[in-house]
């Protein structure tokens, strides 16, 4: 029995659609097995046998199976560096934040390719070493330390993917090759490159004044190498005696020119602290600070960088049902075309009956 050619059609679509779902969900397990390996490191913090900076005194210790932060005095920051004696190339780091003291406008992230110098105590200022943060007004930036100063790679951002407030956020911070990623609560907001950092260590940031966050997990992964699987993708240590001296950046001796928190500032234009004023740090909102142009070629203008691609992740549900609204004008119009056409008509001839006798030839036989 031959089948109707609607349902036929309607078989066929359903399908390649399966098949092109399975193949989908397929590929994204996949691809997410291949790029991640075993974590270096998953800190919840229950206890310090890994040696965490540890002093309620200072600006940073464990409290009830979290790690707290405290940028106590005005116009500084807090900067840890993770117990971890390697320095990272290719890292994913991911870190759970929320905040629990402070003004509004203190920002909290992570730190990737830190080269020193040592230590970072959370006390130290001095660095070189890319800060990836949030703050609780539902913003978002990218800086890079160097020395003393402050280098915009991207300054403060809305995004709608950053919790406000006390609400705590989730953030992903990614390091691949020249290039820095962002994700918070598992959407992708930024991405750029910069040439200047290519390893270091990995730690957490809180800055603006009187900020306090508290880090309920720390996690660091690497990814994996398929054609050296047996050796690991982590560098060696490096050599912190030595500062790294890299071509085109900006004179550290000078007073930071711009801080990565301060909101009111005007990018890409340097800040200078008014007199009796300190310069702010990343997350403070920068009261009393009179912004100031200045000279070109000055050794105190920083140097900047490219910009970034603020980004947002594909709705995966808005694909699928645009492809199912394809899917449902192809039916309709094989529907359509398959009811249009005419029946076909058969070219046989319905056989002639053969002529009645006539009265004269019945009266013969």
Known sequence: MAMHPERSVWLSIGRFTAILLAGMFSLSVLGIRQVMADPVLAEEFVNNQRGWPNDPQSTA??????????????????????????????????GKFRKVGGPSGGGYGIVLRDQGPEPRDGINQSGQYYVLEVSDRGELGIWRREGGSWVDLLPWTPSEAV???GEPNELTARADGTRLALLVNGVQVASLEDTVLGEGG?????GGDLNEVIVERFEV?????????????VAVAPDTSIAPSVA?????????????????ATY???????????????????VG???????????????LAPQADVLRTPNILSLVLAFGGVLCLLAAFWRRKATSSPPA?????RPEAAPAPSHQERFDR
């Open 61 to 94: 210790w464990l409290d009830a199976g979290s790690y707290r932060l405290h940028a106590r005095e005005p116009g500084r920051f807090v900067a840890i560096r993770a117990p971890v004696d390697l320095s990272f190339t290719d890292v994913v780091v991911t």
């Open 163 to 165: 919790r406000r407030g």
């Open 202 to 206: 990995v730690g957490l940031f809180v």
């Open 221 to 233: 992964q690497v990814p994996v190498v398929p054609e050296a699987s047996t050796a690991p993708s």
């Open 248 to 264: 085109g950046v900006p004179d550290v001796s000078t007073e930071p020119s711009v801080a990565p928190g301060e909101i009111t």
């Open 268 to 286: 890409p234009q340097p800040v200078t602290p008014a007199q009796g004023v300190e310069s702010g740090v990343p997350g403070e909102i920068g």
């Open 289 to 303: 600070m009179a912004p100031a142009v200045a000279e070109p070629g000055s050794s105190s203008a920083p140097e």
């Open 345 to 349: 008509q058969t070219s046989a001839k």
